[in-house]
């Protein structure tokens, strides 16, 4: 469904990435890891069309992309979920909602996707009048999540799903991204938490430095002595 072939991205005089090469296959569960600064992100904002590769290529659907602007990336089928949520904290959950939905693909399907979302996400739907800003930060990850599934996906990258929630909340999250798999949507997760992804992944890809340091079944990388040297340094 995805393929990534070389890709290098500089900021300035500085190189994130090197020649890096992943493969996502439709249907798949598949997490990116790596430490901090490892070039996580950067990969997925090439593949949104936030960044611009150096060289190299990207293709979805056999299609290449790496030379599209966003909004045409999200028509597409390609959405991400940001780090950090990004809500817009004065506005309430069911605005968020339907800012998710402004591309054209996404406005066809706005009853549906706001069920499936809903669906997923009950609290979302219990407090949709309230404002974003001040729900708990799992709540407003759901919400970021839901907001993605809005945009109507073919294929879901979400970056740092876990980052600063509760263990409970984390374990709920990964329940749910299953959920959104058996509905047919491919994911490309970008995470820190290493076991969790490992365990509902189908494979895996490890960054470190820019560079690929290891990739293949997820059930193998968990198990290789690569992984622990990419987040350790040893």
Same mark, same amino acid.
């Given at each position: ?6 890709? +290098? ?7 994130? $990435?090197?020649?890096? +090469? ?20 950067? *990969? ?7 960044? %611009?590769?150096? &060289? ?6 056999? *299609? ?21 949520? %990004?809500? @817009? &904290?004065?506005? *309430? ?19 549906? +996707? ?6 997923? @996400? ?29 945009? +109507? ?6 970056d740092e799903l876990s980052l600063g929630?509760?263990? $409970? ?12 798999? %058996?509905?047919?949507? *491919? ?12 365990a509902i992944a189908n494979s895996a ?21 690569? $992984? ?7």
């Amino acid at each position: 469904m995805l393929k990534c072939e070389s890709m +290098n991205l500089f900021y300035g005089e500085v190189q994130a $990435l090197w020649d890096v +090469n992943l493969e996502v296959k439709e249907g798949e569960i598949v997490a990116l890891l790596g430490a901090n600064a490892a070039g996580k992100s950067t *990969t997925i904002n090439a593949i949104s069309g936030l960044e %611009k590769l150096s &060289s190299g290529k990207i293709l979805f659907e056999g *299609t290449e992309i790496q030379k599209k602007d966003p909004h045409e990336i999200v028509e597409m089928g390609i959405v991400q979920v940001p780090e950090g949520r %990004k809500l @817009f &904290s004065y506005m *309430t959950i069911e605005e968020n909602l339907e800012l998710g939905a402004y591309s054209k693909r996404a406005r066809a399907n706005f009853k549906q +996707n706001l069920e499936t979302v809903f669906e997923l @996400f009950p609290i979302l739907k219990e407090r949709r009048k309230q404002l974003a800003g001040s729900m708990s930060g799992g709540q407003q990850q759901m919400c970021a999540v839901a907001r993605g599934l809005m945009g +109507n996906p073919k294929f879901l990258m979400i970056d740092e799903l876990s980052l600063g929630l509760a263990p $409970l909340v984390v374990k709920q999250l990964f329940e749910v991204l299953t959920q959104i798999s %058996k509905r047919g949507i *491919t994911i490309l997760l970008v995470e820190q938490n290493v076991k969790q992804s490992l365990a509902i992944a189908n494979s895996a890809f490890v960054l470190k430095n820019g560079r690929l340091a290891l990739s293949g079944k997820a059930s193998e990388v968990a198990n290789d002595p690569t $992984l622990h040297q990419a987040y350790l340094g040893k």
